[in-house]
């Protein structure tokens, strides 16, 4: 908390929103704010609420279907099904702007939630040279 994400997310729907077709999927109105009104910081960006949290996932999905965005901005993932959601907006061709909460990058990896997201982690067999070069075992 406190670190910026929220304004780097109103800033990222700005930028993109002049040439892109933006949609917001806000689940507690904080990047588009609670009014009628989308907070100005998210220039053009159309934004969805998400009226009960639990079901943001099946936001996610409704807003790739009925309103044919080319991006979506989302605050936070941290479920299961929000990543399930994420993963099948990425395969028709819908780009993903997102927060995961983590101190590190290394704890989204590994979050069994949201590390298919970041790329996962695959186990690799170095070479002997590889391996002297990195100072690493194989």
Same mark, same amino acid.
């Given at each position: 908390?406190?670190?910026?994400?929220?304004?780097?997310?109103?800033?990222?729907?700005?930028?993109?929103?002049? /040439?892109?077709?933006?949609?917001?999927?806000?689940? @507690?109105?904080?990047?588009?704010?609670?009014?009628?009104?989308?907070?100005?910081?998210?220039?053009?960006?159309?934004?969805?609420?998400?009226?009960?949290?639990?079901?943001?996932?099946?936001?996610?999905?409704? #807003? *790739?279907? @009925?309103?044919?965005?080319? *991006?979506?901005?989302?605050?936070?993932? &941290?479920?299961?099904?929000? #990543?399930?959601?994420?993963?099948?907006?990425? %395969?028709?061709?819908? %780009?993903?702007?997102?927060?995961?909460?983590? &101190?590190?990058? /290394? @704890?989204?990896?590994? @979050?069994? &939630?949201?590390?298919?997201? *970041?790329?996962?982690?695959?186990?690799?067999?170095?070479?002997? /040279? /590889? #391996?002297?070069?990195?100072?690493? #075992?194989?």
């Amino acid at each position: 908390p406190g670190v910026g994400k929220t304004t780097v997310i109103r800033d990222v729907c700005a930028q993109l929103g002049g /040439e892109r077709r933006v949609v917001i999927v806000d689940t @507690n109105c904080e990047i588009g704010g609670d009014g009628d009104i989308p907070h100005p910081a998210v220039g053009r960006a159309r934004r969805i609420p998400v009226p009960v949290p639990a079901e943001q996932y099946r936001v996610m999905i409704e #807003a *790739v279907e @009925n309103h044919t965005p080319e *991006v979506i901005v989302i605050d936070e993932l &941290s479920t299961v099904q929000e #990543a399930e959601a994420a993963k099948t907006i990425a %395969q028709r061709g819908v %780009q993903l702007v997102a927060t995961a909460h983590g &101190s590190t990058l /290394e @704890n989204v990896v590994k @979050n069994p &939630s949201l590390a298919d997201l *970041v790329g996962g982690i695959d186990s690799v067999t170095l070479g002997d /040279e /590889e #391996a002297r070069r990195r100072g690493t #075992a194989k």
